[in-house]
């Protein structure tokens, strides 16, 4: 599940009003996950609640993902993510992973001091770079993108701390598209990730990700190729998001 709340751009470290912001307290996005065509789980991401840690302003966001009952006898997945985002800074303050996927389980908690340049997990910390983002962050940092920087430029990096190591992502934007969902269809950008800097994705993998044309830039696909197939997820529901969607029915 960890490539669904991965992301995206690398911009240069601002400061952000809420005002300015695609999204608010509230935003839910739920989807279907799909092998070959054959719905084999869903996932959620909410904006729960505003909350302030160590004194700093955050939102506090939720990503979940598992697999239906039927296929859990196969491989089950039971993953919940969560990050605390500092509201101005568009950067994570805590970051809490949970994750069981078959027989293998991962518990984590890191704690980011930007202001030393370091993330804390356990007794252990590690040294980041000033803009540096978690698997969940990410994807709400690079909703701030302005597409004409965008256009121009054509890739961007970010730098993300992930399994006690950083690594340095560039996504490269593809084309405009349209994506049909079942409340019509969807102006997107799509996007590829690619990783310098050790592997996210085994070799063979590829990943593709829509991100609505509008002044939401909500996640809508997102689509990877393994050996064995293609998995796809798509939103089916959305609530709370701050402007209307680009639909065309």
Not at 8 to 19: A, E, N, V
Not at 55 to 75: C, E, L, M, P, Y
Not at 176 to 201: I, L
Request: with cysteine; aromatic share 16%; net charge positive.
């Amino acid at each position: 599940m960890r490539g669904l709340f991965l992301a995206f751009f690398l911009f240069p470290l601002t400061t952000y009003s809420q005002s300015d912001l695609p999204y608010k307290v509230g935003e839910y996005s739920a989807f279907d996950i799909s092998f070959k065509g054959i719905k084999v789980g869903s996932a959620e991401m909410k904006i729960e609640k505003q909350i302030k840690i160590n004194g700093v302003s955050t939102f506090h966001i939720i990503g979940k993902g598992r697999t239906a009952s039927f296929f859990d006898w196969f491989f089950k997945v039971r993953d919940v993510y969560e990050t605390y985002l500092d509201t101005s800074k568009i950067r994570p303050v805590k970051f809490v992973r949970d994750i069981h996927e078959g027989g293998y389980e991962k518990k984590q908690q890191y704690i980011f001091k930007h202001s030393v340049g370091k993330v804390f997990w356990k007794d252990t910390s590690y040294v980041i770079f000033p803009t540096t983002q978690d698997m969940l962050s990410a994807l709400f940092y690079a909703r701030t993108f302005n597409k004409n920087d965008l256009l121009q430029k054509k890739s961007f990096f970010v730098p993300i701390f992930m399994d006690e190591e950083n690594y340095s992502l560039e996504i490269l934007y593809l084309k405009d598209e349209k994506v049909k969902t079942n409340f019509g269809e969807v102006n997107c950008m799509v996007f590829k990730p690619k990783m310098q800097e050790g592997r996210v994705f085994e070799d063979g993998e590829e990943m593709k990700i829509w991100i609505s044309d509008d002044r939401n830039r909500l996640l809508i696909k997102v689509e990877t190729q393994i050996w064995a197939g293609s998995i796809k997820a798509i939103l089916v529901k959305h609530q709370g998001v701050k402007y209307p969607l680009s639909i065309s029915k």
